[in-house]
């Protein structure tokens, strides 16, 4: 084992820094067609005419459509999770037919021979609406007299969910907390934007797009537009980034191919920025009511949580599960006696949302380190020992949680105690104190969040219990080729994160070959036909682990072949170092001269099939729960309202690690989303419904200047749940991030009578809280 | 429609263009330059950033007929001979790029801010690349990475910022 564990520079790097890259809007193909949509200006409006005859006039312009032209064939966009008995998922036709119900909904598309006559055509076509009043507000989409966005209501789906006796925990509870919290729009921005290719020769399709999950697509798409799933291939070329917006089944991807198989040519369509940030998912957008009830030396009796959680217009691939997701974290790592969970679905006129990285987690964890810090004030404790006294101890584990998940493994002081040192809590703590006392206008405060999450997506039954639509294990292949070297088929689809080195220091380590000598394919159904895809940090653990067993097999095979080779039985041979040995003999086969004798076939054990190769598909039983300590210190001028990270410091526990550069770099990009999200962005509709943060001038994610240095660190408890004993680092940094910046915030603030900022906390946020709570006027 | 000539990583083409057209649209669509990708419509992002005469400039910014008679260097040639850029030596080893999206962007933004500052301090590096957006990083590898390609650039020891 020296592979794994070694900070080896990607291999992914080398067309990336030259641009030889291979991005879905870089493919030409022959006799290829541009198409642009006409999107509606409106929230919420009835169709009443389409004319798209002009715009079929204009220069270039091969064909035009409305959604009436395609009303038989497109189908509905597909909803893998009907989360509940009383969902309801309405039809949403990938361009509108007779409503719209969110700024940006297609409702019409021109097809020309480049894209600037595409776009130029679009404003030829002839569209009438009759507006019908928009629907904004969660809680006023819920009363009886509140416009409909769809025919059966807003009300999407309920879900509860509960353990323990809630009522007892809060019933003469000395201490009770009861906060609302709001976690708003987030727009997930890959910088990436979405693209998408289709051709068809009249019988098969093939089908490029920017996503994240080029098999799920597939058999998505199958059953959307009827086109046989053996006859249609999807390729996932290089993907920039996804962070969850690339987990769908767009009306763009369906329009594709129709559009290919109406007009028999090849189409693309990339999308501008303006028109993503208006029609890619969008992700948070939930009203969080959380209670605790606590002794009064801060011991927690219980927690209940009611959310509200904005679905936007319509149910997206995975829309209703987001917040379900959050369901089972909202206790965190904390010991607690009884669990309430809540959460209805509700319907508005804006972009549906769905997954954005951390999905569900990030919300909850929010919530619960917030309201925890809240109940360290009220029983008056420093925030890190309120959560020492509730936190499970590491002996403790496995421990089953009030929300009856098993945790296998975690060591949260040990990553405490790393995380304060590294963070010189106390000495900012002092300083804190001075500030404080000497009325300093720029107040010190400290934010802490000690996190955890359950990640590598998912066994398979668990996903079943909760009417998920399909399965989470992960599919490898490995083939040991004839000269030695090793091809590794994935069904992890990459965007990003590094698949392809950390699937070659695992299997070099399996093997004993060389790193160099293994090649990592993925993103291809042709290529790669089965696979689960990429998020919810289950590409290391589910993936990872397929890799894993794929090359025990191919290993098993080789032992027999050497055995027969070597006239040894297979017992008496050790591996190491690549090669078979006779133990307590000299005599020895290395993996490469057996993949030799295995394509030449000449000598081979009786009955032995002369391949090797291996295939493994890992369902996992249990989900990994990394977990974590970060510390925040931020600087507030409370004249001002501007705040500056001072310090921020990570100790996450990944479990082990495969490559601690590629962990770092995904603790890094995670820490800067879940900071965006505590002090920058935010998707924001108007008072119509109109998106105001259409582009990267308005809605603001941070550059460099805006962020720090981080200061990272690890503890490594190995998962118990997988033979690679790793948990997944993807979200991590999102999740743990977001309450430590807030708390901070707050902490801050707290001497002034705050106990809450709205996120993101600009500047003019924290300037008019603190206007608010000295009762000036804001 | 105007005739341009323009040079792209030493290749001179002459070509017809609207005069509406983008050079990253000219760069990507037409002469098959597709190394510079485009990350959005308000040039906020600096995905598309090049060199124009040496200089740098987000060449969606720029219509093709302004880079008439430009030498426009682009990420595709800046490994001179085979042999990578130091800077695209440092993203490499730092590990500043995860999508890589941003990446050729990044290098080239960098490469006019070393022309000013050939030893920025990590405050200096932030700031310069303030026009330059990336998801993926966290920006910290990404400054690493351009502090460690200015030093090898010349031969200088990183000063502490
Ligand atoms: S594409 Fe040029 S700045 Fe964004
Ligand atoms: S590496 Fe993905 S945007 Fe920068």
Redesign the interface.
């Known amino acids: 084992m020296t592979e794994v564990g070694s900070a080896r520079?990607?291999k992914?790097?080398?067309?990336?820094?030259?641009?030889?890259?291979q991005?879905t809007?870089?493919i030409?193909l022959p006799g290829m067609l541009y198409v642009a949509y006409l999107r509606s200006p409106m929230a919420h409006a009835r169709i009443v005419r389409v004319d798209t005859g002009p715009a079929r006039r204009e220069p270039g312009v091969v064909a035009a459509f409305s959604g009436r032209d395609f009303a038989q064939e497109q189908g509905s966009l597909p909803c893998a999770w009907p989360v509940s008995e009383d969902v309801v998922i309405p039809d949403h036709p990938p361009m509108a037919v007779h409503e719209v119900r969110y700024v940006g909904e297609a409702v019409a598309c021109v097809v020309a021979t480049?894209?600037?006559k595409a776009a130029d055509a679009l404003a030829a076509i002839e569209i009438e609406y009759e507006e019908l009043p928009a629907v904004l507000d969660m809680a006023e989409a819920l009363t009886d007299t509140a416009p409909k966005v769809h025919e059966a209501g807003n009300r999407a789906f309920t879900w509860r969910f509960g353990n323990g006796d809630i009522d007892a925990a809060f019933r003469d509870a000395p201490v009770v907390v009861d906060r609302t919290y709001v976690q708003q729009r987030l727009i997930p921005?890959?910088?990436?934007?979405r693209a998408v290719v289709a051709a068809t020769d009249g019988d098969a399709f093939t089908l490029y797009s920017a996503t994240q999950i080029p098999h799920i697509l597939r058999v998505m798409l199958a059953l959307t537009t009827g086109i046989p799933e053996h006859r249609l291939r999807v390729i996932a070329p290089?993907?920039?980034?996804g962070?969850g917006s690339k987990l769908q089944v767009t009306a763009e991807e369906v329009l594709a191919l129709l559009l290919a198989r109406r007009l028999g040519r090849p189409v693309k369509w990339t999308e501008?920025?303006?028109e993503g940030n208006m029609t890619v998912h969008h992700g948070r957008d939930q009203l969080q009511r959380i209670s605790v009830a606590a002794e009064r030396d801060g011991r927690l009796r219980g927690i209940k949580v009611d959310l509200l959680a904005d679905m936007g217009a319509y149910l997206m691939l995975v829309t209703p599960g987001i917040p379900l997701l959050g369901a089972f974290m909202y206790n965190g790592i904390y010991k607690m006696d009884a669990y309430d969970f809540g959460c209805t679905g509700v319907f508005t006129t804006k972009m549906p949302t769905d997954a954005y990285r951390g999905a569900g987690r990030p919300e909850a964890t929010y919530a619960l380190e917030r309201v925890m810090d809240e109940l360290a004030a009220e029983v008056g404790l420093d925030p890190l020992e309120l959560r020492r006294r509730n936190w499970i101890r590491h002996e403790e584990f496995p421990y089953t949680t009030i929300a009856n998940l098993t945790y296998d493994s975690g060591n949260y002081e040990a990553a405490t105690e790393r995380a304060t040192t590294l963070f010189g809590y106390d000495k900012l703590r002092a300083e804190q104190a001075d500030r404080r006392e000497r009325r300093d206008p720029v107040q010190l405060g400290i934010g802490v969040s000690t996190y955890t999450e359950m990640c590598g997506l998912a066994p398979s039954r668990v996903l079943g219990s909760l009417s998920y639509g399909a399965g989470g294990w992960e599919h490898a292949s490995v083939r040991m080729l004839p000269t030695g070297k090793v091809e590794v088929v994935t069904g992890s689809s990459p965007?990003?994160?590094?698949h392809v080195t950390a699937w070659s220091q695992i299997v070099a380590d399996a093997l004993g070959v060389p790193f160099e000598d293994v090649s990592v394919m993925h993103g291809d159904t042709a290529v790669s036909p089965r696979g689960m895809d990429t998020y919810g940090s289950r590409s290391l653990a589910v993936g990872g682990v397929a890799v894993l067993q794929a090359c025990d097999k191919v290993k098993e095979k080789a032992r027999q072949v050497a055995a027969h080779l070597l006239e040894a039985s297979p017992e008496d041979l050790e591996f190491a170092e690549g090669s078979f040995r006779v133990r307590g003999t000299g005599a020895g086969r290395s993996i490469q001269e057996i993949a030799l004798a295995v394509f030449a076939a000449h000598d081979l054990p009786d009955g032995f099939e002369p391949a090797l190769d291996a295939d493994a598909t890992f369902d996992p039983e249990n989900f990994s729960y990394p977990h974590g300590t970060h510390l925040c210190a931020i600087e507030v001028d409370t004249e001002t309202g501007q705040s500056r990270i001072r310090s921020y410091v990570a100790v996450d526990d990944v479990g082990k690690v495969v490559n601690p550069?590629?962990v770092?770099?995904?603790v890094?990009?995670?820490?800067?989303?879940g900071i965006a999200q505590a002090l920058f962005e935010e998707a924001v509709y108007d008072a119509d419904g109109n998106l105001l943060t259409t582009?990267?001038?308005d809605y603001l994610?941070p550059?460099?200047?805006d962020?720090p240095?981080?200061v990272t660190d690890r503890t490594e408890t190995p998962a118990t749940s997988n033979p690679l004993g790793v948990k997944g680092v993807g979200e991590a940094?999102t999740i743990a991030s977001t309450p430590a910046v807030v708390n901070a915030i707050v902490d801050a603030l707290r001497p002034h009578g705050v106990h809450d900022v709205r996120m993101p906390c600009t500047p003019e946020r924290i300037w008019r809280t603190l206007a608010g709570v000295r009762g000036g006027a804001a | 429609m105007p005739r341009i000539t323009v040079t792209v990583d030493g290749v001179t083409y002459e070509e017809e263009v609207e005069p509406r057209l983008l050079l990253v649209h000219l760069l990507r669509d037409r002469l098959g330059r597709t190394g510079t990708p485009i990350g959005c419509d308000t040039t906020n992002c600096g995905a598309c950033t090049v060199m124009l005469d040496g200089r740098s400039a987000k060449s969606c910014s720029v219509l093709a007929v302004q880079a008439d008679g430009c030498d426009v260097l682009t990420i595709e040639g800046l490994a001179a001979d085979g042999r990578l850029h130091p800077l695209q030596t440092a993203f490499h080893e730092e590990h500043a790029l995860q999508c890589g999206y941003c990446t050729p962007g990044m290098i080239m933004a960098a490469l006019d801010l070393l022309k000013e500052d050939p030893d920025p301090s990590e405050e200096a590096v932030r700031e310069g690349l303030e026009g330059n957006l990336c998801r993926c990083t966290g920006y910290c590898n990404i400054v690493r990475a351009v502090r460690r390609g200015a030093q090898a650039m010349s031969g200088r020891e990183v000063s502490a910022s």
């Open positions: 520079r990607r992914e790097d080398a067309r990336l820094i030259t641009g030889r890259t991005w809007d870089n030409q480049d894209r600037y921005s890959a910088m990436e934007p290089d993907v920039g980034g962070f501008s920025r303006s965007h990003g994160q590094g550069l590629i770092e770099g995904q890094h990009g995670g820490l800067a989303q582009t990267m001038a994610m550059t460099a200047a962020l240095d981080f940094g």
